[in-house]
């Protein structure tokens, strides 16, 4: 653990976003941010399904389990990309605080939403004549 060198210290607006603690090791701070980046590309892909599904599935799906789909997605899309900010903010004070991680809450909302999806499509394959 290593504190900022005299003179490189963190500026008013980082100091008041992270609330103090000391710089925790660099390659926890990049693997924080690189877990980040992850939660947001499944956020994008989310959010590419929600629109695919809603602009290219008009002739396999009915338009309310079309636009049921496409929502659920978008909404998952919403609450992944808007949480990883905070999951990530919540691990790097942590991290400076030393103390443990927080539960990642985004990991349950995605595999029900996910799950809620699945069945969703499960439904309609089984309901759908031969």
């Known amino acids: ?8 210290e963190r500026s008013g607006f980082s100091e008041r976003v992270l609330r103090g603690g000391t710089e925790p090791d660099p390659r926890f701070t990049l693997a924080n ?4 980046l992850a939660w947001i590309r499944t956020a ?3 959010l590419a399904g929600g629109v695919a ?3 290219f599935a008009a002739e396999l799906f009915g338009a309310g389990l079309r636009k049921s789909v496409a929502v ?9 990309g808007g ?9 790097e004070r942590s991290m400076r605080r ?11 909302i995605l595999a029900i939403g996910g799950a809620l999806v699945a069945g969703t499509m499960m439904v309609f394959v ?5």
């Open 72 to 80: 659920l997605l978008l909404v998952l899309a919403l609450l992944i």
């Open 44 to 46: 994008l892909a989310l």
């Open 98 to 108: 030393k103390e443990p991680l927080p539960l990642p809450w985004t990991a349950p």
């Open 33 to 36: 941010e690189r877990t980040f």
């Open 1 to 8: 653990m290593e504190d900022l060198k005299p003179g490189r």
């Open 53 to 55: 599904v809603e602009a």
């Open 126 to 130: 089984l309901g759908r004549p031969f």
């Open 83 to 91: 949480g990883s900010f905070f999951r990530w903010l919540k691990v």
